[in-house]
Each structure stands twice: as C-alpha cells, then as structure tokens.
C-alpha cells in the first residue's frame, strides 16, 4: 500500500484544541470572581488514541462553552485509574467522571455487552442504529445506578490478530488469546483458545513476552499498541464495533447549575458526533499503518467468516437469553 499521511481532521482537531485553549484563557480574566469547578476524567486509553483526542476536545469545548466554569482534566492511558476501576470510581465519587469500554462490565448487566456480541451489528450504520436502539435502555441504566452517560463512541470493527496464519477458527485452538472482556473470553471458549485477560495499557508488554498470541481487536488497538512488532497477521472480520462511554456521577452532575449542564450536554453532542466520523475516518488508515509496518492485513477466507458467524450466532442466542424481555424489545426496535 501506498504511504498516506495523517488524515487532515485530526490535524484539525489538534489545531482546534490549541484555538479553544486560547480563547479559554483570553475568557478566564473576567471569570476571575466566579466559582469554578474541576473534574479529574480518567481513560484508559493513550493520548494520540482517537477516543482520547476527542474527549480532550471535548473538554476545550465545555470550558469554552461555560466560560471557564467548569475545567476538565483529562487523564490518559490509564495514569489515574485503570479500565476495570473506572466505573466504579465514578459511582463511589472518587472521581467525577470517566470514560469506560461498555463491553467491559457485561457481566453486570448484558445490556452493558450488547455492542459486543459478535456480527450483530458490524457496520457503522448498523451499529449506530443498534446505539440508538438501546440509549433509552443505557441511560435509565446509568441513572439507577447513579451516573448520567454523556456520549459513545465506537471502536472501528473488531478483527483478529495472529501471530500465525488462520485460515478457520480451528488455527485459533490452543493460542494465547487475549481476553479484555467477557466477549472476547467467550470467543475463545468457543474456538478453543486460551484465554488471558489482559487491558490495552498492558498489551504492549503482554505481546513482546508471548503472554498473548492473539487477539481480536479494532485495527486502532493494533497500531497504538505497536502489535506490528509481534504479530504478523491481521484479519478484517468487521466482528462489531465495540462503545466506549464517558459519563459523569449524579453528585457531580447536580453540583452544576442548569446553565453549565446544557453547556456540558451540547459539548457531548458535538463529542458524540464528532467521535463517529473520527473513528470511520481512522478506520482504513490504521489498517494503511499496520500493512505499512510489515502486517499482513487480509479479509477472512470464506471458511473463517463462515466459523465466526457461527460464533456469533451463539452468543446473540446466549445474550437473549440473559438479557430477556428487555433485551428482545431491544433487537426488535433495532431490527426494524
């Protein structure tokens, strides 16, 4: 393939925070007598990663929008807490927001793994009306449990890594496969796999010391993680598109008066809008990056697609059944 260069909106992006930062500090002098409050919000992911540019952009635009009432310090890679704490941070008020992989907590509630069943949804425009589908249902399920979720974003489609040629989900039985939630454990049940959970901050690290030896994930993971120098193949089996979700707790959120909560819903609006073109837009190039640096990136053969839809048939058939009535009502709404 061709070299390409970095895509021109997150060039754009980058000189947009540097614009917001300015006009917030041109906006802080007449401000000076006002209360201002300050939000620490965690992810997991790295800051040159997609999802972490937008939350940053995200966090220029409330600070413009409320005129410096609110500040946003946004903490990447892990560096505050890690993945698997961060929900639980914000529901105990240890921090006042964050930004999680929804999939992640499936085994709390399946709606929480509902973009994370293989092949349900695995375009865009599909999963964009499975997202749809089911807010009313995720909010009220942030709500009871004390948060109110701001925005989504999708991963690009999930596809496998291999450290050896996979021509069918029989080449996956007995590699380490890495597993980041109850999805990609299940997964490597069913293909007999060995599964071992590993986040992506440690992946890096798991990959150059053989602990993983596969894994499905976006071909964004893939890049950031530099899996280039430690597996050769990549298969684009555009499985699903998995969300990531920044939300705040209910005390920070009633700590604001009504102005600064519809400044900060309209940023989230525009972070959520923003966040989808982003993330397609990023798609092709990093698959462009990993062939760049010495990745096979190839479609499925006919047998592996057909192993994985099988796969996934399964699992739709076993989050039906765990999320009941509300999970059909869901497919239904979506699949109309």
Known sequence: MMPVSPLPALARYTRRLASL?????LLAAPLAGHAQTRWDLPTAYPLSNFHTVNIELFAKDVDHATGGRLKITVHPNASLLKLPEIKRGVQT??????????SAHANEDPLYGLDAVPFLASSYKDAAR?????RKALEEKFARQGMRLLFQTPWPPQGIFSSKPIASVADLKGLKWRAYNPA????AELVGAQPVTIQAAELS?????GVVQSYISSA?????TKTYESLRYFYDTKAWL??????????AWAALDRA???AVLRSAAEAETRGWALSEEKDRWYMEQLALKGMKVESPSAQLAADMKKVGEVMTAEWLKTAGAEGEAILAAYRR
């Not at 690290?205 to 010391?209: E, F, G, I, W």
């Open 130 to 134: 499975l997202m749809r589908a089911s």
């Open 93 to 102: 008020a240890q921090v006042p927001a964050g930004e999680i992989l929804l």
């Open 242 to 251: 998995p969300r990531n979700a920044v939300f705040v707790g209910q005390r």
């Open 220 to 224: 964004a993971t893939g890049y950031d």
């Open 21 to 25: 930062a300015l006009a917030a500090t």
């Open 260 to 262: 600064t909560q519809e």
């Open 184 to 187: 990609t454990a299940r997964i």
């Open 205 to 209: 690290q798991a990959l150059a010391t």
